[in-house]
Protein backbone atom coordinates (compact mmCIF):
# COMPACT_ATOMS: atom_id res chain seq x y z
CA UNK A 1 0.00 0.00 0.00
CA UNK A 2 1.74 3.34 -0.80
CA UNK A 3 2.09 6.10 1.79
CA UNK A 4 -0.88 8.36 0.77
CA UNK A 5 -3.33 5.31 1.34
CA UNK A 6 -2.11 4.49 4.39
CA UNK A 7 -2.52 7.26 5.72
CA UNK A 8 -5.78 8.06 4.83
CA UNK A 9 -6.35 4.55 6.40
CA UNK A 10 -5.31 5.67 9.31
CA UNK A 11 -6.91 8.89 9.73
CA UNK A 12 -10.62 6.49 9.50
CA UNK A 13 -13.13 6.97 6.88
CA UNK A 14 -13.39 10.24 4.54
CA UNK A 15 -16.76 11.93 3.99
CA UNK A 16 -17.72 11.10 0.66
CA UNK A 17 -17.00 13.75 -2.55
CA UNK A 18 -19.44 16.32 -2.74
CA UNK A 19 -21.17 15.48 -6.08
CA UNK A 20 -21.29 19.10 -8.10
CA UNK A 21 -23.64 18.17 -11.20
CA UNK A 22 -26.29 19.41 -8.80
CA UNK A 23 -25.35 21.92 -6.08
CA UNK A 24 -28.71 22.74 -5.25
CA UNK A 25 -29.39 19.21 -3.44
CA UNK A 26 -33.27 19.07 -4.17
CA UNK A 27 -34.46 18.48 -7.39
CA UNK A 28 -37.48 21.10 -7.41
CA UNK A 29 -34.65 24.19 -6.55
CA UNK A 30 -32.79 22.44 -9.04
CA UNK A 31 -35.97 23.00 -11.47
CA UNK A 32 -36.20 26.30 -10.30
CA UNK A 33 -32.82 27.30 -11.08
CA UNK A 34 -32.81 26.15 -14.25
CA UNK A 35 -36.12 27.93 -15.15
CA UNK A 36 -34.30 30.85 -13.75
CA UNK A 37 -31.26 30.60 -15.79
CA UNK A 38 -33.10 30.23 -18.91
CA UNK A 39 -34.93 33.55 -18.91
CA UNK A 40 -31.79 35.28 -17.90
CA UNK A 41 -29.47 33.87 -20.67
CA UNK A 42 -32.30 34.51 -23.05
CA UNK A 43 -32.30 38.29 -22.06
CA UNK A 44 -28.67 38.45 -21.99
CA UNK A 45 -27.85 36.73 -25.31
CA UNK A 46 -30.60 36.18 -27.48
CA UNK A 47 -32.94 33.39 -28.82
CA UNK A 48 -30.02 32.21 -30.44
CA UNK A 49 -27.60 32.11 -27.72
CA UNK A 50 -29.32 30.00 -25.23
CA UNK A 51 -28.15 26.40 -25.52
CA UNK A 52 -28.69 23.65 -22.80
CA UNK A 53 -24.98 23.55 -22.06
CA UNK A 54 -25.28 27.54 -20.88
CA UNK A 55 -28.47 26.99 -19.07
CA UNK A 56 -27.18 24.31 -17.30
CA UNK A 57 -23.63 26.26 -16.26
CA UNK A 58 -25.83 29.19 -15.31
CA UNK A 59 -27.79 27.19 -13.00
CA UNK A 60 -25.47 25.00 -11.39
CA UNK A 61 -26.70 21.84 -12.78
CA UNK A 62 -25.52 18.74 -14.91
CA UNK A 63 -26.40 18.78 -18.09
CA UNK A 64 -28.07 15.73 -17.42
CA UNK A 65 -30.48 17.34 -15.04
CA UNK A 66 -31.87 19.53 -17.38
CA UNK A 67 -32.76 16.51 -19.99
CA UNK A 68 -33.89 15.28 -17.32
CA UNK A 69 -36.79 17.43 -17.72
CA UNK A 70 -36.79 19.25 -21.09
CA UNK A 71 -35.98 17.49 -24.73
CA UNK A 72 -34.85 21.30 -26.04
CA UNK A 73 -33.88 24.75 -24.92
CA UNK A 74 -37.67 25.55 -26.01
CA UNK A 75 -38.86 23.32 -23.95
CA UNK A 76 -37.16 24.64 -20.73
CA UNK A 77 -38.15 28.67 -22.13
CA UNK A 78 -41.63 27.45 -22.82
CA UNK A 79 -41.78 26.17 -19.41
CA UNK A 80 -40.14 29.62 -17.69
CA UNK A 81 -43.01 31.65 -19.10
CA UNK A 82 -45.66 29.78 -18.63
CA UNK A 83 -44.84 29.62 -14.43
CA UNK A 84 -43.92 33.75 -14.87
CA UNK A 85 -47.69 34.26 -16.72
CA UNK A 86 -49.60 31.88 -13.60
CA UNK A 87 -48.00 34.29 -11.12
CA UNK A 88 -48.19 37.86 -13.26
CA UNK A 89 -51.28 37.68 -15.18
CA UNK A 90 -54.13 36.17 -13.01
CA UNK A 91 -56.29 39.60 -12.77
CA UNK A 92 -57.55 40.99 -9.32
CA UNK A 93 -60.77 41.20 -8.22
CA UNK A 94 -62.17 45.07 -7.02
CA UNK A 95 -65.28 44.26 -6.62
CA UNK A 96 -65.87 46.20 -9.86
CA UNK A 97 -65.44 45.48 -13.47
CA UNK A 98 -63.55 48.76 -15.06
CA UNK A 99 -60.71 48.59 -12.28
CA UNK A 100 -60.31 45.14 -12.64
CA UNK A 101 -59.85 45.23 -16.51
CA UNK A 102 -57.88 48.62 -16.16
CA UNK A 103 -55.55 46.81 -13.81
CA UNK A 104 -55.39 43.32 -15.82
CA UNK A 105 -54.62 45.02 -18.95
CA UNK A 106 -52.07 47.12 -17.09
CA UNK A 107 -50.05 44.29 -15.82
CA UNK A 108 -50.39 42.28 -19.44
CA UNK A 109 -48.78 45.14 -20.83
CA UNK A 110 -46.12 45.61 -18.40
CA UNK A 111 -45.61 41.91 -18.48
CA UNK A 112 -45.13 41.44 -21.90
CA UNK A 113 -42.95 44.97 -22.38
CA UNK A 114 -40.57 45.54 -19.41
CA UNK A 115 -40.39 41.68 -17.85
CA UNK A 116 -38.22 39.31 -18.59
CA UNK A 117 -40.72 36.99 -19.28
CA UNK A 118 -42.02 39.37 -22.23
CA UNK A 119 -38.69 39.07 -23.67
CA UNK A 120 -39.29 35.00 -23.91
CA UNK A 121 -42.47 35.47 -24.98
CA UNK A 122 -41.54 37.63 -28.26
CA UNK A 123 -39.14 34.85 -28.62
CA UNK A 124 -41.53 31.70 -28.57
CA UNK A 125 -43.33 33.48 -30.83
CA UNK A 126 -40.69 34.35 -33.26
CA UNK A 127 -39.77 30.82 -33.18
CA UNK A 128 -43.47 29.57 -33.44
CA UNK A 129 -43.39 31.28 -37.23
CA UNK A 130 -40.60 28.60 -37.97
CA UNK A 131 -42.13 25.31 -36.13
CA UNK A 132 -45.65 24.35 -36.19
CA UNK A 133 -45.51 21.93 -33.67
CA UNK A 134 -44.24 24.43 -31.27
CA UNK A 135 -46.86 26.72 -32.14
CA UNK A 136 -49.72 24.19 -31.92
CA UNK A 137 -47.77 24.15 -28.06
CA UNK A 138 -47.94 27.14 -27.32
CA UNK A 139 -51.23 28.16 -28.01
CA UNK A 140 -52.26 24.86 -26.06
CA UNK A 141 -49.87 25.45 -22.93
CA UNK A 142 -50.14 29.42 -22.56
CA UNK A 143 -52.84 31.42 -25.38
CA UNK A 144 -56.04 29.04 -24.05
CA UNK A 145 -54.98 29.16 -20.41
CA UNK A 146 -54.33 33.28 -20.86
CA UNK A 147 -57.43 33.51 -22.25
CA UNK A 148 -59.11 31.79 -19.33
CA UNK A 149 -57.91 34.40 -16.98
CA UNK A 150 -58.70 37.43 -19.37
CA UNK A 151 -62.46 36.13 -18.71
CA UNK A 152 -62.19 36.32 -15.14
CA UNK A 153 -63.24 40.25 -14.89
CA UNK A 154 -66.13 39.52 -17.25
CA UNK A 155 -67.00 36.12 -15.87
CA UNK A 156 -67.40 38.34 -12.23
CA UNK A 157 -69.24 40.85 -13.61
CA UNK A 158 -72.13 39.12 -15.23
CA UNK A 159 -72.06 37.32 -11.39
CA UNK A 160 -72.61 40.42 -10.28
CA UNK A 161 -75.32 41.23 -12.56
CA UNK A 162 -72.75 44.63 -14.44
CA UNK A 163 -72.81 42.45 -17.50
CA UNK A 164 -75.43 40.61 -19.21
CA UNK A 165 -75.30 36.82 -19.22
CA UNK A 166 -75.59 36.50 -22.81
CA UNK A 167 -72.83 38.49 -23.57
CA UNK A 168 -70.24 37.11 -25.76
CA UNK A 169 -67.00 37.18 -23.17
CA UNK A 170 -64.68 35.75 -25.95
CA UNK A 171 -65.40 38.06 -28.32
CA UNK A 172 -65.42 41.07 -25.89
CA UNK A 173 -61.62 39.84 -24.38
CA UNK A 174 -60.28 39.55 -28.30
CA UNK A 175 -61.10 43.26 -28.52
CA UNK A 176 -59.92 44.30 -25.26
CA UNK A 177 -56.53 42.24 -25.34
CA UNK A 178 -55.90 41.99 -28.82
CA UNK A 179 -54.96 45.41 -29.32
CA UNK A 180 -52.62 44.88 -26.43
CA UNK A 181 -50.55 42.18 -28.14
CA UNK A 182 -50.75 43.92 -31.17
CA UNK A 183 -48.98 46.85 -30.05
CA UNK A 184 -46.21 45.02 -28.27
CA UNK A 185 -45.49 42.45 -31.23
CA UNK A 186 -46.51 44.31 -34.37
CA UNK A 187 -46.20 48.20 -34.69
CA UNK A 188 -44.11 48.94 -31.10
CA UNK A 189 -46.37 51.87 -30.02
CA UNK A 190 -46.54 52.25 -26.43
CA UNK A 191 -49.07 50.41 -24.73
CA UNK A 192 -49.37 53.31 -21.76
CA UNK A 193 -52.49 53.81 -19.25
CA UNK A 194 -54.35 56.43 -21.98
CA UNK A 195 -54.26 53.54 -24.17
CA UNK A 196 -55.46 50.98 -21.61
CA UNK A 197 -58.22 53.31 -20.06
CA UNK A 198 -59.63 53.89 -23.95
CA UNK A 199 -59.43 50.25 -24.28
CA UNK A 200 -61.85 50.40 -20.73
CA UNK A 201 -64.21 52.86 -21.97
CA UNK A 202 -64.59 51.41 -25.42
CA UNK A 203 -65.64 48.38 -23.68
CA UNK A 204 -67.93 49.30 -21.38
CA UNK A 205 -70.16 51.60 -23.15
CA UNK A 206 -70.29 49.17 -26.01
CA UNK A 207 -71.32 46.46 -23.50
CA UNK A 208 -73.32 49.31 -21.65
CA UNK A 209 -71.74 48.17 -17.93
CA UNK A 210 -74.24 48.94 -15.10
CA UNK A 211 -72.21 50.82 -12.21
CA UNK A 212 -71.50 48.67 -9.58
CA UNK A 213 -73.15 50.72 -7.27
CA UNK A 214 -76.60 51.15 -9.18
CA UNK A 215 -75.96 47.11 -8.97
CA UNK A 216 -76.09 47.05 -5.34
CA UNK A 217 -78.67 49.34 -5.19
CA UNK A 218 -81.18 47.91 -7.34
CA UNK A 219 -80.53 44.71 -5.57
CA UNK A 220 -81.16 45.95 -2.32
CA UNK A 221 -84.35 47.81 -3.48
CA UNK A 222 -85.49 44.08 -5.56
CA UNK A 223 -85.22 42.87 -1.70
CA UNK A 224 -87.37 44.54 0.07
Known sequence: MERGSTAAAAAGPQPAARHHGNRHGR??????????????????????????????????????TVYRWWKTKTDVLLDAFLQ??????TPPDHGDLAPDLRAHL?????????????AVFKALIGHAQHDRAFAAALRSAYLDEQRRRDR??????????????????????DQLVGPVYH??????????QAFIDRLVE??????????????ADAGETGSR
Do not use: C, N, W, Y
Not at 31 to 40: F, G, H, K, P, W
Not at 84 to 89: G, M, Q, R, V
Not at 106 to 118: C, I, K, M, V
Not at 202 to 215: G, P, T, Y
Open 27 to 64: SEQARQAVLEAADDLLVEKGFTGVTIEGIAARAGVAKQ
Open 84 to 89: DAAEAL
Open 106 to 118: RQLALFLTESDAG
Open 152 to 173: LPLERAVERGQLAAGLDLAAEI
Open 183 to 192: RVLVTAEPVD
Open 202 to 215: EFLHRADVADVAEV
